[in-house]
């Protein structure tokens, strides 16, 4: 029984051990993106160089700092400590965390959907038909085949006809 008990926990170790890893190459990647955000910001501010918008050039260079900054923190600290800090900064600015948590939120879902918009787009591209790429403007033959509906063929809801 201790000799199960022993490969157990060796397996539960090396479990742990590679999502540690993972989880650590997970975080580098992100602090890369993080930085390739602050340098797209210094790149987009230098057309103004010209125009003479030293106020605006300084506030973007120290977001595009801090920017930087914070992806220094994301790489040279841990998953836990990140936690930690995340947790501290909610019950300081208990308001501050939870619009910046609902703007998080907003941005990621819009991103999301628009992903999934422009994936489910790029599977629809084959078929013409009016109505935009909508699921609702396919209409399954026997068979199980999809055929695109014209737009005057459409019916609204408890109508009883299909016209086309």
Do not use: C
């Not at 078929?127 to 935009?132: K, L, V």
């Amino acid at each position: 029984m201790s000799d199960a008990k022993k490969v157990g926990s060796e397996l539960v170790g090396a479990a742990r051990d590679s999502a540690v890893s993972l989880i650590d190459a997970q975080r580098g990647r992100a602090a890369d993106q993080i930085v390739a955000i602050g340098d797209a910001l210094r790149r987009s501010v230098e057309s103004f160089e010209s125009t003479g918008a030293s106020a605006l050039i300084d506030y973007t260079n120290q977001t595009a700092d801090h920017i930087s900054g914070f992806a220094d923190t994301v790489r040279d600290r841990s998953w836990s400590e990140l936690a930690g800090d995340l947790e501290s900064f909610a019950r300081r600015y208990p308001i501050t965390f939870m619009a910046s948590a609902m703007g998080v939120g907003f941005v990621l879902g819009r991103f999301l959907l628009s992903s999934s918009e422009r994936t489910h787009q790029a599977g629809m591209s084959g078929a013409s038909y009016s109505g935009g790429g909508r699921a609702s403007d396919m209409r399954h033959q026997a068979g199980g085949a999809s055929r695109p509906v014209p737009s005057a063929a459409r019916t609204e809801y408890g109508s009883s006809g299909i016209r086309e």
